[in-house]
């Protein structure tokens, strides 16, 4: 009779365990792909900080609202134009944007805006895990990242400082220096709630 029972939740629970991680699959390689063809120098140091954005946001919070408004303003002015998307989301649920910092210096949302927007978003996020929950995590994206069969240089060495952070308990990454030298990046993080309501409406009017 147990093995009946076991056999018959087995039947029940694996189709949706499967199609939930069919889902998680399919959103994976959408932002993989979506990243790799904006951004085609991008290594597997770069898809990850995308991925880890999206779980854990901007990674600090903001308490020297001085300093992060000084700090953006001397980025701002260390750029004359930038590459790349105006917003992108991030990782696989985007729960996150990256907000090109040209739409500040083109005037179509102010500087105190999306300062405040930042400000917010760093301070509200509320991890939805832990490293170690998001290391197993990364292992599942790593996996399918891995099957689409890219050519990433340095793969292998990436991966591995990357898993290497992981097991001392630091999840945050850095761009490459490829994708750096390629495509100038300035952007800041927003959360989905915020950028959809407030600085999304700024930009359709910019257009």
């Known amino acids: 009779m147990r093995t009946i029972i076991l056999l018959t939740l ?63 303003l001397s980025e701002l002015d260390s750029f004359s134009k930038a ?14 944007y990256r907000v090109n910092l040209i739409v500040v210096k083109n005037n179509t949302v102010s500087l105190e805006i999306l300062l405040d927007a930042l400000i917010r978003s760093a301070n509200g996020v509320n991890p939805l895990a832990s490293v170690a929950e998001w290391r ?36 945050v990454g850095h761009h490459s220096e490829a994708y750096i030298k390629a495509y100038n990046p300035h952007y800041r993080i927003i959360s989905k709630k915020i950028f959809e309501e407030e600085i999304l409406p700024l930009l359709e009017q910019g257009r």
């Not at 105006?86 to 649920?93: I, L, N």
């Not at 099957?147 to 991966?159: A, F, G, K, Q």
């Open 136 to 171: 197993k995590e990364w292992e599942k994206i790593e996996t399918i990242i891995r099957s689409m069969n890219l050519i990433l240089p340095e793969y292998e060495t990436d991966r591995q400082d990357i898993d290497d952070r992981l097991q001392k308990g630091n999840y």
């Open 10 to 72: 087995t039947l029940f629970i694996m189709p949706a365990f499967a199609e939930e991680y069919n889902d998680f699959e399919i959103a994976v390689r959408e932002s993989v792909s979506r990243q790799m063809k904006s951004f085609p120098e991008s290594t597997l140091k770069d898809l990850y900080k995308s991925f880890f954005q999206d779980r854990f946001g901007p990674g600090h919070i903001i308490n020297d609202t001085a300093a992060a408004k000084n700090y953006l």
């Open 83 to 96: 590459s790349g998307e105006m917003v992108e989301p991030t990782g696989w649920q985007h729960n996150f």
